[in-house]
């Protein structure tokens, strides 16, 4: 037996031990994004030097990805820490800055659409703003009594699979319902569709490049359907042994874990689309493109207002107060990440060489 003195003088200096070396618990940071906004981001914002508007629109891609990463981030002294997620903070400033100017809709460039069957969404919501950019546009929408859910599903995969295999640009617009896996309205699993684009880009036995094309979702949980398809690319890539070079430039709708909203009138409109609509086919003078910075600057600040009100002091806006969460949609811009730029993430969060990381980066 052991003498009762010496156990509790073991147990006196692993207390201490415990106070000077406490024990990292990876789950204490960051713990959910009102924390993160609370203890983390003016510190951040202050080194940044960024406005208030600018690093709104980013903080919440910063908080996603310090959560993925959030074991590295918990095993770092404060001061690392702090100076590790403002490196990531400008690395995604970087991607956006990179990428602003992408054209989403264009002159030359393709759109394909596909409308939720349901009720009111018209073709137009698509071949409008296309025609007024100089785009031509294929819509697809199910009418009851000429096709099945089925056969027009089986229409947009080709087309999409035509378009990844095609030199010219392409935009892909999809409204209606969605699910984390699925296009809910046609039910399409992300699945079918990372197997058409593969299908079509590797037509010519090149390398997997998709980076002419944009994938926009305005549905529920396009986010989460975004990143499932993005990473089934990804993993498909991997299983078949292909190179890939680019996955396709991806916009969300609505962020992870959100549902999206519509207006129900005359017309069902998502919220999304009808502030693109809005500020890029009703509002003068139109610029001559629309590009990725327009939705993560400009749709994205419109997008602010719903379930939020402005507080206003001396004439400026200063803030935001929360008014109905539930009306919160918080678009999500997701962009492809190149070699370089996936070592350079390492190399920020001191990860190894050969660390997996994703192809794709939530820019806000």
């Known amino acids: 037996m052991a003498h009762p003195h010496r156990n509790l003088g073991l147990l006196l200096i692993a207390a201490l031990l415990a106070t000077a070396f406490p024990p990292t618990a990876v789950a204490e940071f960051p713990a959910d994004f009102a924390t993160f906004q609370a203890e983390v981001s003016p510190a951040v914002a202050k080194r940044l030097e960024a406005g208030r508007k600018h690093y709104r629109q980013m903080e919440p891609s910063l908080y996603y ?14 001061d690392a820490r702090l100076d ?23 002159p030359g460039r393709t759109l394909i659409g596909l409308l939720d069957p349901d009720r009111g969404l018209d073709p137009r919501e698509i071949t409008a703003i296309a025609a007024a950019y100089g785009s031509t546009a294929t819509v697809f929408k199910q009418e009851a009594t000429t096709e099945t859910i089925a056969e027009v599903a089986e ?26 896996d699925q296009i809910q309205s046609y039910a399409i699993p992300f699945g079918r569709v990372a197997d058409k684009l593969l ?18 979702c305005d549905d529920c949980y396009s986010a989460d359907f975004l990143t499932n398809l993005g990473t089934a690319i990804e993993s498909r890539c991997r299983d078949r042994g292909l ?27 998502p919220h999304f689309w009808k502030d693109v609509i809005e500020l890029y086919y009703v509002r003068r003078p ?50 492809p990440l190149s070699a370089a730029d996936r070592d350079e993430l390492r190399t920020i969060l001191g990860l190894p060489a050969d660390a997996p990381l994703p192809a794709f980066l939530d820019i806000g």
Request: proline letters at 6%; glycine letters at 10%; charged letters at 20%.
């Open 155 to 180: 229409r947009f995969l080709a087309a999409v699979g035509r378009a990844a295999a095609a030199a010219a640009p392409a935009t892909v617009v999809v409204l209606g319902h969605g699910l984390p």
């Open 243 to 269: 190179a890939l070079a680019s996955l396709p430039a991806m916009i969300a709708g609505t962020n992870r874990d959100r549902v999206g909203h519509a207006d129900f009138g005359e017309k069902f409109v």
């Open 286 to 335: 139109r610029p001559d493109e629309i590009t990725l910075a327009d939705f993560f600057e400009k749709v994205d600040n419109m997008m602010y207002g719903y379930g939020r009100a402005p507080i206003v002091e001396g004439g400026e806006v200063v803030g935001y107060r929360l008014v109905d969460p539930s009306l919160c949609q918080d678009p999500v811009i997701f962009v």
């Open 199 to 216: 299908t079509g880009a590797t037509a010519g036995g090149a390398p997997v490049d998709l980076g002419r094309m944009v994938i926009v």
């Open 84 to 106: 590790t997620i403002v490196a990531l903070a400008r690395f995604i400033d970087r991607q956006r800055e990179a990428r602003g100017d992408d054209p989403v809709v264009a």
């Open 65 to 78: 990805l310090c959560r993925d990463h959030a074991d590295r981030l918990a095993a770092l002294p404060a």
